[in-house]
């Protein structure tokens, strides 16, 4: 199986930064491209951003110049550092992950996508 772990969220004051962190771990035998959502009370999930396996990025327009995605293929590891924080970020963060995984005992490999289980992000203003 997969996991995928954020952490990083927490309590900030306008324009501030946070880091968060999507750790992967399991029967990984490669991560592909990995996205970073968001959820605010009573609204949808929104992409954030994205990194593709080799490392290219995209990014919704109300986080441009303000955020950075990027990933430790060593790791299993991306990471979404976050600037410039206004109140509307508010949110759960959530990663998702598109996951090539390897079963041992068979030496088969699955590809499937995984969802993390969020971490709260809070900017007062």
């Known amino acids: 199986q997969v996991q995928l772990v954020e952490s990083g969220g927490g309590l900030v004051q306008a324009g501030g930064s946070l880091r968060l962190s999507c750790a992967a771990s399991?029967?990984?035998?490669?991560?592909?491209?990995v996205d970073w959502y968001r959820q605010a009370p009573g609204k949808l999930r929104e992409l954030v951003a994205e990194?593709?396996?080799?490392?290219?990025?995209k990014y919704a327009d109300f986080v441009k110049g303000r955020f950075t995605i990027s990933r430790d293929n060593a790791k299993n590891t991306v990471y979404l550092q976050m600037s410039g924080l206004k109140p509307e970020d508010t949110g759960v963060y959530y990663c998702?992950?598109?996951?090539?995984?390897?079963?041992?005992?068979?030496?088969?490999?699955?590809?499937?996508?995984?969802w993390g289980r969020g971490t709260q992000v809070s900017v007062s203003s």
């Open positions: 998702n992950a598109g996951v090539d995984v390897f079963t041992p005992m068979s030496g088969r490999h699955r590809f499937a996508y995984y």
């Open positions: 399991g029967h990984i035998f490669s991560l592909n491209a």
């Open positions: 990194i593709s396996p080799s490392g290219e990025t």
